[in-house]
């Protein structure tokens, strides 16, 4: 709704010419009130969201990623810190043990504290599994929607004032669109209030070590972002990012080697005082370390749309390689895909190529790393969201696409009502009525980019319908599942070209601006 | 100060800015944007459709039976259920239409004893979403109100109406059909500002069809079109008169005619009329009455004490059961008849109003006070009945600072009067965040809207606006008592939810809803008042 108030606001502007200048004032005056107002409606989208089922809502006996989360509250406010990674008669690690890191594990607990005193059967020892009830969904969602609310939404306005300080007001229009466009992002509410996870958290931290690194404070950001990575080790995806970018600016300040040692000594503290009730032993670290990486899985789950999923239907790649060897294949080929970008950022550290760089290695992770899953594309879709006002068509197309990658596992889900209205929402926020201002396309084919661009999104609607309504030949059960995968693929490998070949250009044309911006 | 410095800035930049086409050539890129509202709205109705719902879900799928397995002759008599059909034909008729597609998607909900209580999925998909396909009337009747405005009024008005929490709670969650036929008011609304006195007359019947509770609106109705309408001359004044009559009745005979040719007319009519029901509502709706009941406990308590025996009535007001008993102890006991009286009495001065000069852009005011009045002193009155003078007044809301301060206040009050509509811990965030948000856009709506009012006043350039900022030197800022008044609004709300269990447990169970039903009412009386005013100084006067 607040969308709205901009929205009418600028309409306003430009049909109305008179009074330009006048909501020109109220947006350059009203940010706070602009981001209240959106921060309003993004938290009423979501209570909206949350109506709705969780992920293996009333399917035992594993039920889905509620109960797991559900489970973790259970063990970590019953069992002692030490054993909450171990296997025992208590803690069955079968049955959705902890396996992610151990700051999940200690917001687990405190949410558990937060359920067991206005609910205390759903988080008994043994007797709660597979507890569902009415209070325990609310409160559950509670926990969800109260995490968001208090990391991820102040991140993201810390990242906005960091980002948005400096330009100039024009530039200042995008502003309420941009939080907009970041704090209702379709894939993050489905998963969140949906499907139900708890990754607001991880990318919540990682927004504000993004932004804190952007305004400069490089210990803050290290300290923020190690916190990301123990609470979901997939935050990981952008390790080689943010490792690459700040040594580039280690290494161009009088003394490199004290610079990185004070940021490792930073990630290390952070990493020792969450790791500290398993450093008294080598054997409790490593417990811990093991249960966090899920090896035993495959190279990948379902029909993620990346790489090795989509190749396999011609080189059956289980079956040639070893899961070792497999191993060894991914990492080269994640490692080989992020290079590019990492380079460039160490060579050359500039802020913008940094956002770039951050979209380029978690993309590059998301299409080439062992084990991913459908919903790890959130974040390659985190730092896309922040480029949205410099790169809004790559924001949108990698929108539609991580929502169609996920359009399966959001309908086992039943969570089809919601993901169309927020795909609506999603669409009509971003066209929005003078939401944006229109910046003139270079594109010199633009009919043809114009008219592939709609035939896509028609191709992809047609795909919902028929995913929905059409029962696959009985030889191919998984047929449309594999259409979307190949249609999706297509589309995030040729973001993740063009997205690192921007990241070199705008490197190479804004330095001289950019350095005669800072001496001034 | 900060004002100032940019008044001189627009005023600085003015020349450089090439003059962009202007409103006069908008009329498409307009329809995209009220769509845009509209569909923004939706979106939002679509995300609550798996909420929870009132039993008017199941009344209303009941009809839908009712309307599909029966003939037309037994409609009005059937009670396989006890939510019997009480809305006038021309719903029942909207529920038969619905039913035809009923029947393609569930046939189990049009089942007329094999339906009872029947909520499958594609059920409550169903019914949510026919509520909110047939919101585009309303849609509709706000873009014909508002097509006359001037842009920056007009997305306003959008806002107020497409977004307003009170259809959403109302029609979205607890389960009504209001917004169509709200919209079918805006209309009629519309068609009378423009002088349509007979498509006015027209839509008014028709809604009047749709359902009864809009006649409260028929005296001003009449006095209006009989005094604008039919004039000129005696002669052309009755021809006129025997037109909107004979269009007036075409439409009653439409729609009464099949159940008087059944006989079932006096069936149909009781049915419409449950006097029984007794004069509040289990949850009181804000009105006059809660002061009546009040002092009638308090009167009866201080009786008591001072020795007095005096005999509490059985059927209490808090029980939710209300019979036909009087259930005062000491004040005269209400009929039907003396709130209709009440009513009459309190409509009056419009009606004088009307007759002495009946102005075209007084209509919406005259109707909305109609319906406050309805509310204020009416029988059996649901806090849901709020929203026939909330919307329409939504259209005027702009046309002074005075009233959209006014709206501000009255439009945070009723909206508040319908929480208890949503007492399931589900909803309860969904509420307060409509609520806080409506609150929060019309505030920095209306102060941004009557700065600018101002500010083109000061610049001495707007030749297009007049009559729309008629006091220009007031900004839009709530005076104390009204924010005292707000504050007290949150303090009865924490109480209610969160201290009252604290401190009293299950004691007094009705205490909370009791406090918002009298501080709410409060508010009501206000602005009626507030309205009553506006409505005796304005004509005559100018």
Redesign the interface.
Same mark, same amino acid.
Not at chain 1, 1 to 5: A, G, H, T
Not at chain 2, 19 to 23: K, L, M, R
């Given at each position: 709704?607040?969308?709205?108030?901009t929205?009418?606001?600028q309409?306003?502007s430009?049909?109305?010419?008179?009074?330009?200048?006048?909501w020109w004032?109220?947006i350059h005056?009203?940010t706070a009130?602009s981001f209240?107002?959106i921060c309003?409606?993004a938290?009423?989208?979501r209570?909206?969201?949350s109506?709705?089922p969780y992920s293996g809502a009333g399917t035992p006996p594993k039920y889905g990623d509620y109960e797991a989360q559900r489970h973790w509250m259970e063990i970590t406010i019953n069992l002692p810190v030490k054993e909450w990674y171990r296997n025992s008669t208590n803690n069955d690690l079968n049955y959705w043990g902890l396996d992610y890191p151990p700051l999940t594990a200690y917001q687990s607990y405190f949410h558990g504290l937060f359920l067991q005193y206005f609910d205390p059967k759903s988080v008994a020892l043994h007797t709660s599994r597979g507890y569902e009830s009415?209070?325990g969904k609310?409160l559950m969602r509670w926990t969800v929607?109260s995490s968001d609310a208090v990391i991820f939404f102040p991140a993201v306005l810390y990242f906005i004032s960091v980002y948005y300080a400096g330009k100039s007001i024009r530039q200042k229009n995008d502003l309420a669109w941009h939080i907009a466009m970041i704090l209702l992002n379709p894939c993050f509410l489905l998963i969140d209030h949906g499907h139900f996870q708890y990754n607001c958290i991880s990318l919540g931290l990682t927004v504000a070590a993004v932004a804190a690194i952007l305004s400069d404070r490089n210990v803050l950001g290290s300290v923020l972002f190690s916190l990301a990575l123990n609470h979901k080790q997939m935050s990981a995806y952008f390790a080689p990012a943010f490792f690459s970018y700040l040594l580039g600016k280690c290494l161009r300040r009088g003394n490199p080697f004290l610079e990185v040692s004070k940021l490792g000594l930073a990630v290390l503290g952070t990493f020792a005082v969450i790791w500290w009730p398993y450093l008294y032993s080598a054997e409790a670290s490593l417990e811990v370390l093991l249960r966090l990486a899920p090896f035993e899985r495959g190279i990948y789950e379902d029909y993620v749309a990346n790489f090795w999923c989509a190749t396999s239907i011609i080189v059956k790649w289980k079956r040639l390689f070893t899961m070792p060897s497999l191993k060894l294949l991914s990492l080269a080929a994640t490692i080989s895909g992020c290079l590019p970008s990492m380079i460039q950022m160490a060579w050359l550290p500039r802020k913008q190529s940094f956002l770039y760089g951050l979209l380029n290695c978690a993309l590059s992770f998301y299409l080439f790393s062992f084990q991913v899953h459908e919903k790890s594309v959130l974040l390659p879709l985190l730092p896309a969201s922040l480029l949205a006002s410099e790169e809004p068509f790559v924001f949108q197309w990698l929108t539609y696409n991580a929502l169609l990658s996920m359009f399966p596992l959001l309908s086992r889900d039943k969570l089809v009502?919601?993901y169309?209205?927020?795909y609506?929402?999603f669409f009509?926020?971003y066209?929005?009525?003078g939401g944006r201002r229109q910046k003139q396309e270079k594109w010199e084919t633009r009919f043809l980019f114009s008219f592939s661009k709609s035939f896509l999104l028609a191709c992809s609607l047609l795909l919902h319908v028929i995913y929905l309504t059409v029962t696959p030949p009985l030889k191919y059960p998984f047929l449309f599942e594999a259409v979307i995968m190949l249609l999706c693929f297509s589309q995030f490998l040729l973001i993740f070209l063009y997205t690192n070949r921007k990241q070199w250009t705008t490197s190479k044309l804004s330095p001289i601006a950019e350095d005669r911006k800072k001496h001034l | 100060m900060?004002h100032r410095k940019?008044h001189s800035?627009?005023t600085h =930049?003015?020349p450089q800015?090439p003059? *962009?086409?202007?409103?006069k050539s &908008?009329p498409t890129?307009?329809h995209? =944007?009220l769509v845009?509202?509209s569909? *923004?709205a939706?979106?939002?109705k &679509?995300?609550?459709?798996?909420?929870y719902h009132s039993t008017d879900f199941e009344v209303h799928r009941n009809w839908l039976a009712i309307t599909h397995s029966l003939p037309l002759s037994q409609w009005y008599s059937d009670e396989t259920s006890q939510w019997t059909l009480d809305y006038p034909p021309f719903f029942a008729h909207f529920e038969h239409f619905l039913s035809l597609f009923a029947s393609l998607v569930d046939p189990t909900m049009v089942h007329l004893t094999n339906g009872l209580d029947y909520k499958s999925h594609f059920t409550v998909?169903f019914q949510r979403i026919s509520v909110i396909l047939s919101d585009s009337v309303l849609f509709y009747g706000v873009y014909k109100v508002t097509r006359k405005l001037?842009?920056?009024e007009r997305?306003?008005i959008?806002?107020l109406l497409i977004?307003s929490p009170g259809l959403i709670i109302v029609d979205h969650l607890h389960f009504q059909y209001n917004g169509f036929l709200l919209g079918m008011l805006l209309l009629s609304l519309a068609a009378l500002e423009d002088g349509k006195d007979l498509m006015g007359g027209f839509l008014f019947a028709v809604l009047l069809c749709f359902k009864h509770l809009f006649a409260v609106a028929a005296p001003i109705y009449f006095v209006y079109l009989f005094r604008h309408y039919c004039r000129g001359g005696l002669v052309r004044g009755f021809v006129k008169l025997v037109v909107m009559g004979s269009v007036v009745v075409t439409v009653f005979a439409a729609a009464y005619g099949p159940f008087v040719y059944h006989g079932q007319i006096q069936q149909v009519f009781r049915r419409m009329f449950p006097f029984g029901r007794g004069l509040c509502h289990a949850y009181w709706a804000p009105n006059f009455w809660v002061f009546y009941i009040i002092l009638d406990k308090l009167l009866a308590f201080l009786l008591i004490k001072l020795g007095f025996n005096i005999q509490t009535p059985t059927a209490s007001f808090t029980g939710g059961l209300v019979g036909d008993s009087s259930p005062f102890a000491v004040l005269p006991t209400i009929t039907p008849s003396i709130t209709l009286i009440m009513v009459l009495l309190a409509i009056s001065p419009s009606l004088i109003k009307a007759w002495k000069d009946p102005k075209p852009r007084m209509i919406t005011r005259w109707v909305a006070y109609s319906y406050t009045c309805g509310f204020l002193f009416g029988w059996h009155v649901h806090e849901k009945a709020s929203l026939h003078f909330v919307i329409p007044l939504g259209i005027i809301a702009l046309k002074s600072v005075e009233d959209a301060k006014h709206y501000f206040f009255l439009s945070i009050v009723s909206h508040y009067s319908l929480f208890p509509l949503l007492y399931e811990?589900?909803e309860y965030?969904?509420k307060v965040?409509?609520l806080?948000?409506h609150a929060?856009?019309m505030w920095?709506?209306f102060s941004?809207y009557f700065c600018?009012a101002n500010?083109?006043a000061d610049k001495g350039?707007d030749s297009s606006r007049s009559a729309a900022a008629g006091s220009k030197n007031s900004d839009f800022v709530i005076g104390w008592l009204g924010r005292l008044y707000l504050l007290g609004l949150l303090i009865v709300e924490i109480w209610g939810q969160f201290l009252h269990p604290i401190f009293l447990g299950n004691k007094l169970p009705f205490l909370p809803l009791m406090m918002i039903s009298i501080y709410c009412s409060f508010g009501i009386m206000y602005s009626w008042i507030w309205q009553l005013t506006q409505i005796l100084k304005s004509p005559s006067t100018l």
């Open positions: 709704m607040e969308k709205k108030r929205a009418k606001i309409s306003k430009e049909n109305d010419s008179p009074e330009t200048a006048f004032w109220i005056k009203g009130a209240i107002c309003l409606f938290i009423l989208v209570v909206c969201v109506l709705h009415y209070l609310l929607l009502l919601p169309i209205a927020l609506g929402l009509l926020l066209h929005a009525p | 900060n940019n800035k627009t =930049h003015k800015i003059a *962009i086409p202007t409103e &908008l890129s307009n995209l =944007h845009w509202f569909l *923004i939706s979106c939002i &679509l995300l609550v459709i798996p909420a998909l001037e842009l920056k997305y306003l959008w806002v977004w811990a589900q965030p969904i965040l409509l806080i948000l929060v856009l920095l709506g941004s600018s500010a083109s350039d």
